[in-house]
């Protein structure tokens, strides 16, 4: 750990003059939170009469957040790292390939894990949120947050691995960034999508996970509900620790 600290270091402080960057992981989710919650917070949803529209808000909020991170993030930093030489200027340094994306990885979960904070007590403090989980669903939320998280960094790392170009990259992960929230109920209703679109929507990890955590948060998970959701998610997590551990980007 103390070998990883001052990479992470580094990456904090090269984030933290990243203003745009920061603005989609940390003032977009809340300004989402505000016009959502504004709009619809204090509706009854199909959930029941005690669940409203803002407690539907939060668990999509948290998805977009970690999906737009990893999607938006991961690879365009990376890959504007190697532009800017500085992956093959770690070549020279006591550092692994694998302490590297680590430091990455753990900055961008601790602004995801700020911004979550800011996003959910805001929720809670302005438009009246409910708390519903007890406390095997609030763990089975905390495996599913870092396993999304997870996920979706990788999926993220894996277009800085097949682009090398940061402005194809940028472009490429808005598009598939863009598609995955028009099909995962994000933007729209799955249901009211056509229904092959559906049917390639409940192929991708977002929506799967906005079903766990949308479950979760409302302490309506169960496997025979959400089952399929678990199982999907397992397989890409699985497919995740095997980019992870098989493929590697050039430093140069």
């Given at each position: 750990?103390?070998?990883?600290k001052?990479?992470?270091?580094?990456?904090?402080?090269?984030?933290?003059?990243?203003?745009?960057?920061?603005?989609?992981?940390?003032?977009?989710?809340?300004?989402?939170t505000?016009?959502?919650?504004?709009t619809?917070?204090?509706?009854?949803?199909?959930?029941?009469?005690?669940?409203?529209?803002?407690?539907?808000?939060?668990?999509?909020?948290?998805?977009?957040?970690?999906?737009?991170?990893?999607l938006?993030?991961?690879p365009?930093?990376?890959?504007?790292?190697?532009?800017?030489?500085?992956?093959?200027?770690?070549?020279?340094?006591?550092?692994s390939?694998?302490?590297?994306?680590?430091?990455?990885?753990?900055?961008?979960?601790?602004?995801?894990?700020?911004?979550?904070?800011?996003?959910?007590?805001?929720?809670?403090?302005?438009?009246?949120?409910?708390?519903?989980?007890?406390?095997?669903?609030?763990?089975?939320?905390i495996?599913?947050?870092?396993?999304?998280?997870?996920?979706?960094?990788?999926?993220?790392?894996?277009l800085?691995?097949l682009?090398?170009s940061?402005?194809t990259?940028?472009?490429v992960a808005?598009?598939?960034?863009?598609?995955?929230?028009?099909t995962s109920?994000?933007?729209?209703?799955?249901?009211?999508?056509?229904?092959?679109?559906?049917?390639?929507?409940?192929?991708f990890?977002?929506?799967?996970?906005?079903?766990?955590?949308?479950?979760?948060?409302?302490?309506?998970?169960?496997?025979?509900?959400?089952?399929?959701?678990?199982?999907?998610?397992?397989?890409?997590?699985?497919?995740?620790?095997?980019?992870?551990?098989?493929?590697?980007?050039?430093?140069d």
């Amino acid at each position: 750990m103390n070998k990883i600290k001052p990479y992470l270091k580094m990456e904090m402080i090269a984030l933290s003059r990243e203003y745009v960057s920061l603005f989609f992981m940390i003032v977009l989710p809340m300004v989402l939170t505000i016009v959502f919650g504004g709009t619809f917070g204090d509706e009854v949803t199909k959930y029941g009469s005690d669940v409203l529209g803002i407690d539907t808000v939060i668990p999509v909020n948290i998805v977009f957040l970690l999906a737009n991170t990893g999607l938006m993030g991961i690879p365009i930093t990376t890959l504007e790292a190697k532009d800017q030489g500085v992956l093959k200027r770690y070549m020279t340094y006591p550092v692994s390939y694998g302490m590297y994306f680590l430091s990455l990885m753990l900055t961008f979960m601790i602004v995801c894990l700020l911004s979550t904070s800011l996003f959910v007590a805001a929720s809670f403090l302005i438009y009246d949120a409910s708390w519903f989980m007890d406390i095997k669903s609030l763990l089975i939320f905390i495996v599913a947050y870092f396993d999304i998280m997870f996920v979706f960094f990788i999926l993220g790392y894996a277009l800085a691995l097949l682009i090398k170009s940061t402005r194809t990259a940028s472009l490429v992960a808005s598009g598939v960034f863009m598609f995955l929230i028009f099909t995962s109920g994000v933007a729209l209703p799955v249901d009211s999508l056509p229904e092959i679109v559906q049917k390639v929507a409940r192929v991708f990890p977002m929506y799967h996970s906005i079903e766990i955590v949308q479950n979760v948060w409302i302490n309506e998970f169960s496997l025979s509900n959400n089952g399929i959701n678990c199982l999907y998610m397992l397989g890409y997590t699985i497919i995740a620790i095997l980019v992870l551990k098989n493929v590697r980007i050039k430093w140069d």
